[in-house]
């Protein structure tokens, strides 16, 4: 299990990951193993449904990614990892930097893997801030 449900995880590998995508899953997995959130608390069904209320307000083509993406922001997600053209596209205002939903970092995944770096003293971190908020 990791920080995502699993059914998120199980979606990441679906339809063909290259081996470089199946790579960053596992490092992020592996990372949310090593800092010991592996698990995350469900969220709540009524902050879910008015975020969800916000998030439609993007007009995402998929109701199950607005769902996600309301999930994400209702239990207090860092980031929203995602490949999902429609999403990047409707929550950045520039092509190439995360946008940002309620305080959620919408991404890529190598986007995270990119801001990651291991300190010696302070273990793994994650660099940068992103510009653009939604």
């Known amino acids: 299990m990791s920080s995502a449900p699993r059914h998120l995880i199980d979606e990441l590998h679906r339809g063909r990951p290259t081996p470089e995508q199946l790579d960053t899953y596992d490092s992020l997995c592996q990372a949310w193993r090593d800092l010991g959130i592996e698990e995350h608390e469900p969220a709540d069904e009524e902050a879910v449904q008015v975020v969800q209320n916000k998030v439609r307000l993007l007009g995402l083509c998929d109701l199950a990614d607005e769902r996600h993406l309301a999930e994400a922001v209702a239990i207090g997600a860092r ?44 273990g793994l971190q994650v660099l940068g801030a992103c510009r653009t908020s939604r």
């Open 79 to 122: 980031w929203f990892l995602t490949l999902d053209k429609d999403i990047l596209q409707k929550t950045r205002d520039v092509s190439s930097e995360p946008g940002i939903v309620q305080g959620v970092i919408v991404a890529r995944p190598s986007e995270l893997c990119e801001r990651m770096v291991f300190d010696s003293v302070f």
